[in-house]
C-alpha cells in the first residue's frame, strides 16, 4: 500500500499561508485598537513567519523533485506495481532529504505562535 | 528575396590568384551579405566591415566586427579553404566566433583565421516543416507536461526532455517551441542527427535571426552526437557573455544520456522533464475516443511507440478495424515496387534503426533525385535539417524487417550491419558520434565481451582526448619533452583534434632542424630537450648492467663506455619525428618534411649491419622502423627498411641455423626491459610487413611474451602493458586471427584502461623511468589499438546493436559484403519433404527470436538505472530477466532448421513469458529431425 504523503503543491500551499496569514496575523497584533507592541518584537516575529515559509517552499522543492525524479524513473516497460512502488521508493526518498526543512519549519512555526505579540505574556509567566 | 549567403564574387577568383584579389572579392560579398541583413531587419548578432587591413603586406585580411565586440580576420589562405570546403560568408563568420579567441594590440577579443585553418561544414538550423508540426501536434497532447516546460523556461531554465524512443520528446520539444516563438523567444533548432550541427550552426543562425529579448535552442536529439554536448552547451554562456544574448536551452534525449550528462561529463545544468509514451498512447486514445478491444489492441502494437500508435489509429479509422503489424509494414512500405525506391528504403531503414540519418548529397547521389522526392512525397521516408531518415527506430526496424523478408532484390546490398558500416566509414566523425551513443541503445550486459570492450575503450579515449586536450591548450610544449609531444600528437590526431596537434607541431617544427643535406641526425635547436637526460640516466644504467654481465660483457658487444647519450637521442628523435610528421592530420601533413627525414634514415642507418645506433639497444632501430613504415606508403621496398629488419631478425635468432631466440634484450639495464623491446621490435617487423621472413621470429616472441604476463601485467608497467597489447593486436589483424588471441587483447586490454583511468586522476611518481612521457606515450598506444579493435569490430558490435546477430550471416568471418542467399518467391511455410523446421518457419523464428531479445534487452535497460537500485520488486524482476537472457541465449544457439520440440517449446514459453501478447504464434514442424520413423 502506498504511503499517503502530501504533495509538493500542499507544502507550497501552507508556505503561502505562514507567508501569509501569519503576517496578516502580526499586522492585525501590531495595529489593533491596543496596538503598543514595540516594533523589534512585530520584527522578529515576521521574520520567523517568513523564515517557517521559506524551509516549507524549500521541503515542497525537494519532495517536487523526488516526484519529478520518479516521472523521468517510471518510464519504460516496467509493471503497474513496478511503477507504484518505484514512485513509492523516491517519493519517501525525497521525504527524507526533507526532514531537515521539515524540523526547521515547525521551530520557526513553534517559535512565531510563541512570539506573537500579546498572545503569550512571557512577562507575567517568567 | 532569397539573401546572398553564398560566395559570389570570390568564385569567379581563380584559386591560384592573387591575396588581394581574393580579399577584394570575399570583401564584396561579405559586405553584400551584411547589408542584405542589415535592411531586412535587427539582426540579433549583426555584423560588419572594418577596413582592409594591409599591416602585412604579404598577407592582407578582411577585417570583420561581430556584434561591435568581436574582430575576425581573414587571410586569403582562409578564404580559399572556405570556399573549397562550400562554407558560406555566415558560416565563415560562425566558424570565426567559435573558434578560439586572443587578444589584439588593445587587448581585445580577436579571432585570426589564415591557411592553417581547417573548415568544417557548418549544419544548417533548420526547425520542422509545416506538415511535420502539424503531425508533433497530433502527437504532443499532454498540456500539463508542456505547461511544465514553458514555465521552466521562462523561469530562466534549461530543460532536458527525457524518454524512450518513440515517447513522442521531438514533438513536444516542436510544440513548446512554437508557441515561445509566438511570444517572442527567437529559435534556433538543432538536429544533433546531422554531425556537423553544433556551436558554429547556432552562431550562423543567430548572425541570420530578428533581435530577440530571448533565444531559444532546441538541441533535439542529445544521444545522437554525444562528444558535441560539451561545446554546445559552452557556447551559450559563451554568447552571453560575449553579446549579451540570452540563450535557453531546451534539450531532448533518453534517459541515459540525461544522467550522463546531468551527472558531469559533460555538465548539463538542466531540469528534465520525463515524457512518457504511455501516457500520450492512452491520452490520444482517448481524445479518439476508442475503448474496448480496439485500444487494447493498439496499445499492444504500439508498445512504447506514439508514431506508430498515431499510424495505427490512422489506419483504424480508415479501414475500421485495428492493423497488425503485417499492416503497419505494408503501410510504412506501401506501393514501393521500384527497385530503385526499395532499395532506397532499405538502406535509409537500416541507418534509422541506429537513428542515423544520410545526407541530402548522398542520398542523391545514392539513388538519385526522383526515388528520394517520390518517397518524400509518399511519406516514407522522412527530412530532417539537410538529410533524410526512417523515424523512429521502431518503424525503421519494421521496415528493415519487411524488406529483408519480401524484397529479395535488397539481397545484393548486403546484411543491414554491413549497409550502416559502409555508411559510418565516410567521415570519422560519424563513427566517433555512432560509437559514443552506442552504449545507450543497448545495457553493456547483452554485448558480446568483444564488443562490450570496444565500448568502454572508446569511453575512455574520449577521456584521454579531453585529458590531452587542456594538458596541450595548457602548455603546447609539453616541458619541452620530445617523446611527451610526440606522443600526444600521434594520439590527438588519431582523436580528431587537428587544433590542438598543430599546437604541438609548431613547438616541435621549431625545436628540431633537419632542412640541411650535411646533416646526420635532426638536431634540437637551441640546446636539447628534456629527453636527452633520460639518456644520461640509461648511460649509468647500461654501466651497472655491464657490472652485471661481469667479464664476458654484454651480448651485443657494446659496453656502457662506448656508449654515446647525444647520439642515441638523436636518432631515437629520428624515429620520433618521422612518426610525427608522417601521422599528421591530412591538412597539415608536410611531404617535404617527410623526405628530409627519411633521406636522413638512409645516412644514418648502419653502412654494414642497416641497424640504428646504438647496436646494443634495438628499441631505438625499431623506434626509427615504425617511424619509416608510417612515412613510407611502401615500406616493402624501401631498403633502410629491409636492413634494419634483417638485422632486428638476426637478433632475435640462435645462434645455430634454424634457432630461434624469439626475444630481444632492451640493452639499457632496468631502464626498460626486455618484454618492451620485444613488444616494439615485433611491432616494427610487423609495420615493416615483414611476415614472410619474420614469421618464426615473431612466434616465438608471441609465445615468450605469453609466457611472461606475469611481468609485463604488473602493476606499475603499464608502457610495457600497451607495448605488448599493441604488439598482439597487431598480431591478430596480421598473423594470427583467432578469437583466444583477440580475447587475450581485449582482457588486458580492458586492465590498462582501467588503469590509464587511475593514472588520469593521480599525480606522477618523480622516480618512475619514463615517467614524462607515461600519458602520452599511453595515450598514443591506446587511441591506436581501440582505432584497430573499431576497424576490426566495429561491424559485428553493430550486428550486437542491431538485433541482427540472430540472422544467418552473408559469409563466416563477417567481414564480406557478399549477397545473401536470395529469398524464396513465396517463403512462407512451404512443405518441404525433410523434417524439421522449413527455411520460411525457421525465418519466422528468428524473427521472433530478434523480437525476444529486443524485448529483453528493453526491460533489462529499464530496471538497471541507479534510480531503482533500492526497489525490492525491480531489482528481483530484473534478476529474473538476467536468468531469460541466458535461457534465450543458450535457446538461440540451438535455433536451427533441426531444433528440437524442447528447443522450440521452451523458447516460446520464454516469448509468452516475455513479451506477452505482442509475442506471435509460431509454426512448429509436422516432424522433428529427432522423431522416432513411424
Known sequence: MRAALPASSS???????????????????????????????????????????????????????????????????????????????????????????????????????????????????? | MPLPFDWDALTTVPSDEDGQRVISAARNDLEKAATALREKFDVALPFRLLSRDFKNPDEPRVVVLVGEKLRCEFTDGALQNARRKGLGPIDLIASAVVYEQSADVDGKPCVILDGNWRPKRVGRANGPTEAQMRRHRRVARLPMVTGDIERAIKAGKNVMIVGKHGSGRTALAAVVAQVLGGQGYGQIWLDLTDPADGPESVVAE????????????????????????????????????????????????????????????????????????????????????????????????????????????????????????????????????????????????????????????????????????????????????????????????????????????????????DVVWTHLQRSDRLIRATLSQIDNVVSPETLRPASSYLISAWDISEQLARWLEKQTNHGPAWEDNLGSSVFAAMALARLDRPEQWLKIAEHVRARWTYADPELQLPEPVGGNTTDFKDFQQIGREMAEEDLAYGEDGHPSGMPAAQFDPQEAYRTWALGLLLCFEATAPLAYRDAERIRMLLDMTKIAADSLDGYFYPVRVPWVTARVLMGICHADTEPRENRVVARASKWLIDLASGSDPGQVVGRWLSGTGTWNTNEEATAMCVIALVSAQQRYRAGDV?????????????????????????????????????????????????????????????????????????????????????????????????????????????????????????????????????????????????????????????????????????????????????????????????????????????????????????????????????????????
Open chain 1, 11 to 126: 507544502l507550497n500551499f501552507l508556505a503561502g499561508i505562514f507567508a501569509g496569514a501569519g503576517i496578516n496575523l502580526i499586522t492585525s497584533v501590531a495595529t489593533g485598537p491596543e496596538a503598543e507592541v514595540s516594533s523589534t518584537k512585530i520584527a522578529l516575529d515576521s521574520v520567523l513567519w517568513v523564515a517557517a515559509a521559506a524551509c516549507l517552499t524549500w521541503a515542497a522543492q525537494v519532495v517536487q523533485r523526488g516526484e519529478r525524479d520518479a516521472d523521468v524513473e517510471v518510464q519504460g516497460r516496467l509493471t503497474q506495481e513496478e511503477k507504484e512502488e518505484i514512485r513509492d521508493h523516491l517519493e519517501r526518498r525525497s521525504w527524507r532529504r526533507a526532514r531537515l526543512p521539515i524540523i526547521l519549519t515547525v521551530v520557526f512555526v513553534i517559535g512565531s505562535v510563541a512570539l506573537l505579540p500579546r498572545f503569550i505574556p512571557w512577562s507575567a509567566l517568567l
Open chain 2, 206 to 417: 543567430l548572425l541570420k535571426l530578428p533581435k530577440q529579448e530571448h533565444y531559444l535552442l532546441v538541441a533535439d536529439g542529445l544521444q545522437a552526437n554525444i562528444p558535441v554536448v560539451d561545446p554546445l552547451l559552452s557556447c551559450a554562456p559563451l554568447l552571453q557573455m560575449m553579446f549579451g544574448l540570452q540563450i535557453l536551452i531546451l534539450a531532448t534525449t533518453w534517459k541515459s544520456v540525461a544522467d550522463k550528462v546531468t551527472g558531469g561529463d559533460p555538465h548539463f545544468d538542466a531540469s528534465p522533464i520525463g515524457v512518457s509514451a504511455e501516457k500520450l498512447i492512452k491520452q490520444m486514445l482517448d481524445d479518439e475516443s476508442i475503448f474496448g478491444e480496439d485500444r487494447q489492441k493498439i496499445e499492444t502494437l504500439a508498445g512504447d511507440d506514439v508514431h506508430i500508435a498515431l499510424s495505427a489509429i490512422d489506419i483504424f479509422h480508415a479501414h475500421g478495424r485495428v492493423p497488425d503489424v503485417g499492416e503497419l509494414q505494408q503501410e510504412f512500405t506501401r506501393d514501393t515496387d521500384a527497385p530503385a525506391e526499395r532499395r532506397a528504403l532499405y538502406h535509409l531503414s537500416c541507418l534509422g534503426v541506429l537513428g542515423l540519418v544520410m545526407s541530402e548529397v548522398q542520398a542523391v547521389e545514392m539513388f538519385g533525385r526522383p526515388t528520394i522526392t517520390e518517397l518524400l512525397d509518399r511519406d516514407l521516408v522522412h527530412r530532417t535539417d539537410e538529410a533524410f531518415t526512417v523515424a523512429t527506430q521502431r518503424r525503421a526496424v519494421l521496415v528493415m524487417n519487411f524488406a529483408l523478408e519480401h524484397w529479395p532484390e535488397i539481397g545484393s546490398e548486403g546484411q543491414p550491419e
Open chain 2, 698 to 934: 615473431i612466434d616465438a616472441a608471441l609465445s615468450w611474451l605469453t609466457g611472461r604476463s606475469a611481468e609485463w601485467g604488473r602493476e606499475g608497467q603499464e608502457i610495457d602493458l600497451a607495448q605488448v597489447i599493441e604488439a598482439f593486436a597487431f598480431c591478430t589483424e596480421s598473423y594470427v586471427p583467432g578469437e583466444q588471441t583477440e580475447m587475450l587483447v581485449n582482457q588486458h586490454l580492458s586492465t590498462l584502461l582501467q588503469r590509464t583511468r587511475n593514472e588520469l586522476r593521480k599525480a606522477p611518481v618523480a622516480d618512475r623511468p619514463e615517467e614524462r612521457l607515461r600519458l602520452p606515450f599511453l595515450a598514443a598506444q591506446l587511441t591506436e589499438i581501440v582505432w584497430r579493435t573499431v576497424q576490426s569490430q566495429f561491424k559485428r558490435l553493430l550486428r550486437d546493436v542491431m538485433g541482427t546477430s540472430d540472422r544467418p550471416q552473408a559469409s563466416s568471418n563477417g567481414r564480406s559484403a557478399m549477397p545473401r542467399p536470395r529469398p524464396e518467391p513465396d517463403p512462407a511455410f512451404l512443405p518441404e519433404p525433410d523434417k524439421g523446421l522449413t527455411a520460411g518457419q525457421l525465418r519466422v523464428w528468428q524473427a521472433a527470436a530478434s523480437q525476444l531479445r529486443r524485448t529483453l534487452n528493453d526491460l533489462i535497460s529499464d530496471r538497471s538505472s541507479p534510480g531503482k537500485a533500492g526497489v525490492a520488486l525491480v531489482q528481483t524482476l530484473l534478476a529474473e530477466n538476467y536468468r531469460q537472457q541466458r535461457l534465450y541465449n543458450e535457446l538461440l544457439g540451438m535455433l536451427d532448421s533441426q531444433a528440437t520440440v524442447e528447443t522450440l517449446r521452451a523458447l516460446d514459453e520464454l516469448g509468452q513469458e516475455v513479451c506477452g501478447p505482442s509475442w506471435p504464434t509460431l509454426p512448429y514442424p509436422d516432424h522433428y529431425r529427432d522423431e522416432a520413423p513411424a
